[in-house]
């Protein structure tokens, strides 16, 4: 059972060449690590996902093992707040493996750590990053165990730009609210303020104002002014936005362009800036943090008090305001610009490119290893010594491995095979291995498989398998052919990893992107996503796309006498009675607090949406269960028509936004559609 010829031995170390790590033995020891990573704000913040992926980026396969934290900071910050974080965190801090470096988003964060470093985080390393107070920042220079990332934001070039490209608009509007770190940037932008003479500045501000208040102010604004938006996500009264709903409440209340540092907002409906990139800020802070994890000492690691900044400009907010392009900086990246011939295909021809250099350097490759093998047979050939241990690397080898004769039936498996598929080696000899398959795998996967390896190459994929328990894992396999002195085929020798854990993490990463936690509708993103392709494809077929935005009438009354428990349970009440009434082919989104939005796809007939609309209507007349009481909730719905409304997502989901405050001022729990004279 476990005799293997020489032959078998070669193939067989070729092809673990390429999956064994090249990584040093430090390397090896990062996923052994312990870091907490601190946000100021919440998991939905719009710069959370992007400073992660820096994270992940810099340390690839040897990530050490993170803890993320949140300390939501945004929405709600007080005494209590903090202590009922900090004992939560200590108590997790008691019960698992020492942390040995701790990261920090934002300014809540490191103050949090530093003003709490002598008892909670004692003698901890620490990295920040995204901090916006400079004075304290660069302060930790002097602090040995402390070192980071300033988010350097570039606010004296974005109010030049601001004066360059717009000069008839001589008032400048700052707005911000009364966090932390809003206030950090504000006072930052007041000292900027006497190097631009001629410009005129003004400060709106939410921390003395409620969102009614705020509302206001921005509809006094007119063609001579623009808004600097540092942030927006929190009243006088405490009452909170997401940064998504915040930017929809001022677009939806002004009509002058809106400046911005940071990335999230541009491309959706803000002019632009001279952004800070958060990716960035994360892999630069995770360098850092890697350099101490493999031992560096933070000291020796000074802070970085520059940030690697662009000017990014939306196209169509530079259509809008009349802005050309030709008057950018040479370096400014503009989104949303209509593409090219070469643009629209660079993905796949770079992809070409990619693939062509990847064939030759495989084929390089293979002919060292050829050489390679040529000597290695000439020496096992005479050595039974070098036999033995080849035989014995193969058996404790970590990875399984089987090799079957041209006809599939199994001659040998080492241990590693019994261990991840839980089937016994003496089980194995004469089986197929497709007792492995579970079953998902398409037909045509395996005509490929048998087409390659038959001619002779190597085939490499990936696919479910089926243990013996009847558990399901993904698998990343290797098939090779050996083949005699003659050329021709005798083996197949076939290794296989485990990849389960790898995919499980990318379904979940896909899952939050594109999907709401609270209801698991389509989130933003996603509604964006579908609502442009629907777009295109109706365009293509001469069809219609109709927009329904759904606005529960009253929810916050409803919100404020159950609490926001109750809430969010009636929102995902409401959420499954709107994907009740939709046909499969269609997408229902929520896009934050009580508005939902529905895309209806492939209509004939702006008509078609009404049947819709008026099912939803009578669905919503029924009233909500909820801890045995009944609850009445009614909508408002706005509807938009593509291509009649508008030929892109902005003006049908802005124009059915209207629309819905129009059946909202109408007397409510009825539906409109948009028209040019609605706003009379």
């Keep these: ?377 000439a020496d096992l050939e005479s050595s039974r010594e070098g036999l033995r241990k080849l035989s014995q690397a193969v058996e404790q080898s970590p990875l399984p491995v089987f090799i079957t004769d041209t006809h599939a039936h199994i001659e040998y498996v080492n241990g590693a095979f019994s261990i991840v598929t839980g089937y016994p080696i003496t089980d194995m000899k004469g089986r197929n291995p497709n007792l492995l398959s579970a079953g998902e795998t398409p037909k045509t996967v395996y005509e490929d498989l048998w087409k390659t390896i038959t001619s002779g190459r190597t085939w490499q994929g990936e696919w479910q398998n089926r243990r013996k328990s009847g558990d399901n894992f993904w698998a990343r396999v290797v098939i090779s052919p050996v083949m005699d002195d003659r050329g021709a085929i005798t083996h197949y020798v076939c290794i296989l990893e485990d990849i389960s854990l790898q995919k499980s993490q990318e379904a979940r990463i896909y899952y939050q992107a594109h999907f709401d936690a609270l209801t698991g509708l389509a989130n933003r993103f996603l509604v964006v996503e579908r609502l442009n392709l629907a777009i295109a494809e109706a365009r293509q077929a001469n069809q219609k796309v109709a927009v329904l935005f759904i606005d529960l009438d009253d929810f916050k009354t409803v919100n404020d006498a159950l609490g926001h428990e109750a809430g969010d349970n009636l929102l995902k009440l409401a959420a499954s009675r709107l994907r009740g009434v939709v046909r499969e082919q269609d997408t229902v989104g929520r896009l934050g607090g009580d508005e939902f939005v529905v895309i209806l796809n492939h209509l004939e007939n702006a008509e078609d949406a009404i049947a819709t609309a008026t099912h939803i209507l009578m669905t919503f007349r029924n009233p909500f269960q909820y801890n045995q009481q009944e609850i009445v909730l009614t909508a408002s719905l706005g509807i938009s028509i593509s291509p009649t409304d508008g030929k892109n997502h902005n003006e049908l989901l802005r124009k059915a936004d209207i629309a819905m405050y129009t059946a909202k001022r109408q007397g409510r729990n009825n539906f409109r559609f948009f028209t040019p004279d609605i706003n009379s």
């Design 1 to 377: 059972m476990h005799t293997i010829n020489v032959r078998l031995l070669l193939s067989l170390i070729i092809l673990m060449c390429p999956l064994a790590g090249a990584e040093s033995a430090n390397e090896l020891t990062l996923p052994k690590k312990h870091v907490l990573l601190i946000y100021s704000y919440h998991p939905g913040f719009p710069t959370s996902p992007q400073s992660l992926e820096g994270i992940r980026a810099v340390f690839g396969k040897n990530t050490p093992v993170i803890d993320i934290e949140y300390l939501d900071a945004k929405r709600i910050y007080d005494n209590q707040s903090v202590s009922n974080f900090l004992r939560s965190l200590q108590y997790k801090q008691e019960h698992l493996p020492p942390y040995d470096l701790i990261m920090t988003a934002d300014d809540y964060a490191l103050r949090l750590v530093l003003e709490h470093a002598d008892h909670q985080f004692k003698n901890i390393p620490v990295v920040f990053y995204g901090v916006n107070n400079i004075e304290l920042a660069e302060a930790q220079d002097e602090n040995p165990n402390v070192t980071g990332v300033i988010e350097a934001s570039s606010f004296r070039e974005t109010i030049a730009l601001h004066q360059q490209l717009q000069p008839q608009r001589k008032r400048l509007n700052i707005v911000v609210d009364g966090t932390l770190s809003g206030q950090a940037d504000l006072k930052t932008v007041q000292g900027l303020l006497p190097e631009f003479t001629g410009l005129e500045f003004s400060v709106i501000s939410l921390a003395n104002l409620s969102w009614s208040q705020f509302g206001n102010s921005l509809g006094q604004l007119g063609n001579k002014d623009a808004i600097l938006f540092l942030s927006a996500y929190q009243d006088a009264r405490e009452e909170t936005k997401a940064f998504e709903d915040s930017l929809a409440f001022v677009k939806s209340r002004t009509d002058v362009p809106i400046w911005h540092l940071w990335e999230h907002g541009v491309g959706s409906g803000m002019l632009g800036g001279v952004l800070i990139s958060h990716r960035q800020q994360g892999l630069k802070a995770a360098e850092m943090a890697r350099r101490i994890l493999l031992g560096e000492s933070p000291d020796q690691i000074h802070v970085l008090n520059q940030s690697p900044n662009l000017p990014v400009f939306d196209y169509n907010q530079l259509q809008h305001y009349g802005i050309p392009i030709e008057s950018l900086p040479e370096n400014a990246v503009v989104l949303n610009q209509p593409q090219s011939l070469w643009e629209h295909y660079r993905r796949e021809l770079t992809f070409a490119a990619i693939l062509l250099v990847a064939l030759v350097t495989f084929t390089l490759w293979l002919m060292h290893k050829n050489r390679l093998l040529l000597r290695i047979r």
